[in-house]
């Protein structure tokens, strides 16, 4: 087995059917993406977030052992190199509630499975050309959820 090459830019992959996983990363793969990791549940996961730093998180919302909502506020809420990773959620058949959720817990982006190649390329290029600043209040930890930038003039009243 060759060893390990780590870098600033790895992946991560949650996924619990390795196949979905395996077809993610040969996505990434195309991209040019090297440095990819699979794990296919939320244990699993957590370990790799621990052992080492990752930029770019990308979890399936169907995990069995914990809810992906669950283990992205975990993530959020861990003080280490992992805590600002972008990530991106996978659902087959999210629902408004379910994707506010996701958003709510730090979620980046979201992407309705089944998904092209390029709808998860257009969710990089998102993630890179706009990036957001990430908010760590004691309620919220995760991407300003805010996405449109709006002058409100300087004649707006707050009463």
């Known amino acids: 087995m060759p060893s390990e090459q780590i870098t600033k830019s790895g992946v991560l992959i949650v996924d619990p059917q390795t196949n979905m996983a395996a077809l993610v990363a040969t996505m990434l793969r195309g991209f040019g993406r090297r440095d990819i990791r699979e794990a296919n549940d939320a244990t699993q996961a957590l370990a790799e977030l621990r052992r080492r730093p990752f930029d770019l998180v990308i979890v399936d919302d169907a995990l069995s052992d914990m809810d992906a909502v ?36 730090g979620v980046s982006e979201f992407l309705r499975k089944p998904f092209a190649a390029n709808q998860l390329k257009a969710r990089l290029d998102s993630i890179k050309a706009r990036p957001r600043a990430f908010i760590d209040l004691e309620s919220y930890a995760g991407p300003d959820r805010r996405r449109r930038r709006e002058d409100v003039g300087d004649d707006r009243r707050c009463d």
């Open 70 to 105: 669950d283990l992205v506020k975990r993530l959020r809420a861990t003080a280490n190199s992992n805590r600002s990773a972008s990530v991106i959620m996978m659902a087959a058949a999210p629902d408004a509630a379910r994707i506010e959720a996701a958003r709510d817990a």
